[in-house]
């Protein structure tokens, strides 16, 4: 930068003026600011000097290291001894199956083995694998500090995070079913293995930039939700699958792969886009929160969204709106049909329910009602795409030209579609039942029951807690949370009575009906407010 001269309108350089070590009537260009790259903070530099601060503000407790390490130790006891203390009511639960057909052993390992490993790519294309923290994507990403100093924490506490939760997951189960202990050494190796590969499969398309578009987000929500589904499928053609050990080649090879990948993987950091790492820092932040709330649909949502879809799904659907109750169905089947984690859950669902009645405890009497009751449930609110969006937007419902008791037992609909799929799923697994003439008018009772969750609406924390010897109990969490399954326990109460006493009679068919159209009316009920 230059200093212009009077007489063509600008300020005189500074070097023009006498005193300042130029020469009067000379002007020269100041000297051009630059960065020494020798002097600029690399990323390790920033994180520890983030760390001395952080030090410095909150000093480290005497002893701190010592404590965190005995309550892990303690934790890990206490879990060995709950291990090896249901191991044997579990196996002579499995040995008892005298269902048509069954769980093997061997095909609950797979299951717990395949639904982890799925949930746990799942977790790592979305959350990570490697990121920032929500302040370091504020105060780091903005430097010309590189991305492999910054996001290397990361990469090292979620490779540790998947191969051991990989252990766990492999070396569980192989526990519970009557594995040797050294079946049980090398099942929980694989899944260790399988862990590694995982986390290190999901780094490689996250710094190849592949994981940030939606195709691969709804690929592994439908892998996800087809487990159960395989689950079903075992159950009916292998029965009688024993625990199985896998030969040690097998989580050798594996561990090979991941340790290349994981090699591979740190070259790639300094490609992490700065608008996908702020993107994973945002949905870390809304799955914690959620969780920290108890707040099931708020994590779903954190976790499987995967922006929007294509605008032609169902698109003729919007035609057959022909008045108010026609246009909020089309709007709510809209809503569900665009939604693929919605759909995916609710085949999930209905398959999980025919695998869990195969066990002789679910298979009738109370058991079987609490498959109907919670699987039921479950599958009307994963239905409820329209009514969680009108809850979280009250402004949905205020364009249409019905009350608010109208809308919102329109809304009904498709919520209880999505829970009689879920029931007719396990009648079918079951063979019929004395229940099903009362599963129509239960149905009908989830999804009165799910929408009545949708507009819960926030947490009441303004509500006061109640004292007990575990520490301060949040009545208005509490109270949150139960709206909606007060409905299901209170309005399923015929079915239970069918599930265990017998064929139904018309007089609990008839008390069936009657708790539908009050859960209805429940569930459509609004507070005025003044």
Known sequence: MTGGTPEAGGAPDAAAEPGLGGAPGVVRPLPRLAGDDAERLTGAELRRLTARVRAHNLPPETGQ????????????????????????????????????????????????????VAAGAVLATRLGPAGLPAAGVRWWLPTPAGRTGLASPSLVRTVLAGTGAGVVV????AAFVGVSPVGILLDAAFGGALGLVVVTGAGL????????????????????????????????????WAAWTVPWPVPAALALVGTAALAAWPAGLDRLRAGDLRARASAAMQASAALLSLDSGGVSRALLSSGPTASRVLAGVPRLARGPVSAVLAADVTFLARS???????????????????????????????????????????????????????????????????????????PTAG???????????????????????????????AVRTAYRGPVPWDVPMIATPAGALPTGLVLHQLRGLDLTVLGTVPLAWAAAAGPAAPAVVAAQVVCAVGAVLWAAHVKRTS
Do not use: K
């Open 65 to 116: 290291v010592a404590t965190d390490v005995g309550e892990v130790t303690i934790l890990l006891t206490l879990v060995a001894l709950y291990v090896w203390g249901f191991g044997a009511p579990v196996r002579e639960l499995l040995g008892s199956d005298a269902t048509g057909f069954g769980l093997g052993p061997g095909l609950i390992q797979a299951l717990v083995l395949a639904l982890a």
């Open 170 to 173: 492999g070396g569980l189960p």
């Open 205 to 240: 398309l996250q710094v190849a930039g592949t994981t940030s578009g939606t195709r691969l987000g709804q690929v592994l929500t439908l892998l996800l939700a087809a487990v159960p589904v395989a689950g079903l499928a075992g159950a009916l053609w292998v029965p009688g």
């Open 340 to 414: 693929s984690a919605a759909l995916a859950g609710l085949v999930a669902l209905a398959a999980t329910g025919a695998v869990a009645v195969q066990v002789p405890l679910l298979a009738d009497g109370i058991g079987l009602w609490a498959v109907l009751a919670v699987l039921g449930y479950a599958g009307a609110v994963a239905s409820a795409v329209g009514p969680r969006a009108a809850g979280e937007n009250p402004r949905l419902d205020a364009l249409v030209p019905l009350g608010a008791r109208g809308t919102r037992a329109v809304r009904t609909v498709w």
């Open 419 to 449: 829970a009689a799929v879920v029931l007719l799923a396990v009648a079918v697994a079951t063979g019929g039942g004395a229940w099903v003439a009362t599963a129509v008018p239960a149905a009908v009772v989830l999804g009165a029951a």
